[in-house]
């Protein structure tokens, strides 16, 4: 699967939008764009996931580059509750389809 | 409805000593995956069950690791004579089918010590 790179850390303030990028230059075309999120001493929670259109669902909405090597989580609204490790993973499925795993992520701090 | 529970929360062990960790996913849920979490790190994937079948154990990190389902509910996994490395969260998730990767419902996870 595709190497992801984020930034280790953002902040943002309460009630703003909070945009969280994404790189994976070497997504194949059968790799979909996954962001999760793991709130401090929780398991990860799906948030949104896509291929090349853009997803907009209650918790977020996810924009993908025409060329797929880039891609942005937006929060539109933050809440102190977005705080959190947000992880960006490019994933094929088929026979890996199991092997879903997470990078470093990063932390986004909603301050008031 | 009742969401993956985890036992025991916390456990500390001696190194040497077997551990069993549990996992009871959501009810229905034929798909189950285990993750380690170290201090400060992401997520590593160590093994998933289609139903009782693990069809890929490369994920274990040694022979020490084990893991089994029964009946496509409860997974115990298995850690033989722990060692320090080994002191992380486990964490277990589950989802409806093997699906690409959205819809798993994360556990609490079990905090494992090995002094």
């Known amino acids: 699967d595709a190497k992801t790179t984020q930034p280790p850390s953002m902040d943002c303030a309460e009630g703003r939008a909070a945009n969280l990028p994404c790189n994976h230059s070497t997504i194949s075309g059968n790799e979909y764009v996954y962001w999760y999120r793991q709130i401090h001493s929780q398991g990860p929670q799906y948030i949104i996931h896509?291929?090349?259109n853009n997803e907009t669902n209650e918790m977020a909405s996810l924009i993908i580059t025409e060329d797929r090597k880039s891609s942005t989580l937006i929060l539109p609204h933050a809440t102190l509750r977005d705080t959190a490790v947000y992880y960006c993973?490019?994933?094929?499925?088929?026979?890996?389809?199991?092997?879903?795993?997470f990078g470093q992520g990063t932390i986004l701090t909603v301050h008031p | 409805g009742a969401g993956v529970s985890q036992s025991p929360s916390n456990k500390v062990t001696e190194k040497g000593k077997d551990v069993e960790l549990r996992c009871d996913p959501i009810s229905g849920h034929t798909a189950l995956y285990w993750y380690r979490q170290r201090l400060g790190q992401g997520l590593e994937f160590l093994i998933y069950?289609?139903?009782?079948?693990?069809?890929?154990k490369s994920g274990l990190p040694s022979d020490r690791f084990s893991a089994e389902r029964t009946g496509e509910s409860v997974s115990t996994l298995t850690i033989q004579r722990t060692q320090q490395e080994d002191s992380a969260v486990y964490l277990c998730a589950s989802s409806l089918a093997l699906l690409a990767g959205g819809d798993r419902y994360f556990g609490p996870g079990t905090r494992l010590t090995v002094l």
């Open positions: 896509g291929l090349k």
């Open positions: 069950f289609q139903g009782n079948s693990a069809p890929d």
């Open positions: 993973i490019v994933f094929a499925g088929g026979t890996s389809y199991g092997k879903l795993t």
